[in-house]
């Protein structure tokens, strides 16, 4: 399918697609209501009640994304160098890495919540990690059991819901959960919150695909986003010759493309009416003091999480 479905496990989920649907018509976007029978062919699931299409939208492979992005830059005689962590950014813009460092009249921190380790936008970004599980790849006699289309991403109709994606190529066929959203200030999980959240995703994959209860997890992460409290990025220059590209509010891969491309404009003193309209939305607030944020904001995700209901 070329575009997202918004898929609602419950009627409460339908009653905000309808809702969501009548925005799409005001602003004239195409769209498309789907009923449980649609999302059955679709998905080969019976959790859905229905789902909302909307075929101006796409989802892509993030990583495969990124390796094009980076095939391309060589291609053009940009060198990159993976593997090679700044541990500090000295004045005069001197990048430090555990081998070698890099000096440059002009930096730009692509680097999204890692900017406070660099000193930038303290106490002023949130660091919530989502996480995902994938299975291993399906059998032939397991996708035959579980029909449906042969790729397709359903997003769910209460944001603090499961999303749900069937993948099939670099890697075979494989079905992704995602749910799960925690504030981490220091900015890591361990491997015991991992563990933890798998069990909910396996519970939440057994709701939808009881016909696959032989078909185990493989791979387990969690992955970082940075919001802001008033949900702006941290863009600009920071100080003579330091530019910021960070903390696109969970919208990391149309956003970061977009404000990095920003950045660079700055930086090389480039106008545009994107970058002017950027440059004029306000700056990250300042949060409350840490134990305050963590609590506060933990205890309305996990709020969020028991109202989701089925969608989670």
């Not at 303290?122 to 660091?127: E, F």
């Not at 387990?220 to 220059?237: D, I, K, Y």
């Amino acid at each position: 399918l070329s575009g997202k479905i918004n898929a609602a496990a419950s009627e409460k989920g339908h009653h905000h697609n309808e809702d969501f649907a009548k925005h799409l018509c005001k602003l004239n976007e195409r769209h498309e209501m789907y009923d449980a029978q649609q999302m059955r062919e679709i998905t080969g699931s019976n959790h859905y009640q229905s789902g909302l299409f909307t075929p101006g939208t796409a989802i892509l492979q993030p990583a495969q994304y990124i390796r094009g992005l980076a095939t391309g830059l060589r291609r053009d005689r940009v060198e990159i160098y993976e593997n090679s962590p700044v541990i500090s950014l000295n004045e005069n813009w001197v990048a430090v890495t555990p081998k070698g460092q890099v000096k440059a009249p002009k930096v730009i921190l692509a680097v999204n919540g890692h900017a406070e380790s660099f000193g930038q936008f303290q106490g002023r970004l949130m660091h919530v990690f989502t996480y995902a599980s994938m299975t291993r790849v399906l059998t032939k006699d397991e996708l035959e059991r579980l029909g449906g289309a042969a790729v397709w991403g359903i997003t769910p109709a209460d944001p603090m819901g499961t999303t749900v994606r069937k993948i099939d190529g670099v890697g075979g066929a494989r079905l992704v959960i995602r749910n799960r959203f925690t504030l981490d200030p220091n900015m890591k999980v361990s491997a015991k919150r991992i563990a933890s959240v798998g069990r909910d995703h396996d519970r939440a994959f057994a709701a939808r695909f009881g016909n696959l209860d032989t078909v185990g997890m493989e791979y387990r992460w969690g992955g970082r986003l940075c919001l802001s409290r008033n949900n702006v990025p941290a863009f600009g220059e920071c100080a003579e010759g330091l530019f910021a590209a960070c903390c696109q509010n969970g919208l990391g891969t149309a956003k970061g493309t977009l404000h990095g491309i920003l950045a660079a404009e700055l930086a090389s003193g480039h106008q545009s009416e994107m970058l002017s309209q950027v440059m004029s939305q306000e700056q990250p607030v300042k949060l409350p003091p840490k134990p305050f944020t963590w609590l506060g904001a933990n205890a309305v995700m996990r709020w969020g999480e028991m109202r989701a209901g089925a969608e989670l």
